[in-house]
């Protein structure tokens, strides 16, 4: 795998945000690709982009370690954002 196929595979996005709730700071996100506790991601909406860690996440309102391509998943979030905002894996 080249430098290109690197920098292309780490700038994919890993899912969007379909919903986002303000009070509580938690956006759901369908995944394109897997994620998982731990992981550090990049939120990016038009020309605003900030950096998060994945702290916990939520199926159905149970917690997870990991989700997979396909499923929804709530994250908590450092800042607010807005359903269409892509999620990046960093």
Do not use: C, P, W
């Amino acid at each position: 795998m080249g430098f290109f196929d690197l920098f292309k595979k780490k700038n994919q996005a890993v899912g969007q945000v379909i919903h986002y709730f303000d009070k509580i700071q938690v956006a759901v996100v369908a995944l394109s690709s897997s994620l998982k506790i731990g992981d550090k991601i990049k939120v990016k909406r038009s020309s605003e982009e900030f950096e998060d860690m994945v702290g916990s996440m939520q199926i159905n309102h149970e917690n997870v370690e990991s989700a997979k391509k396909g499923e929804e998943v709530a994250i908590k979030l450092v800042k607010a954002t807005k359903a269409g905002a892509l999620v990046y894996k960093v």
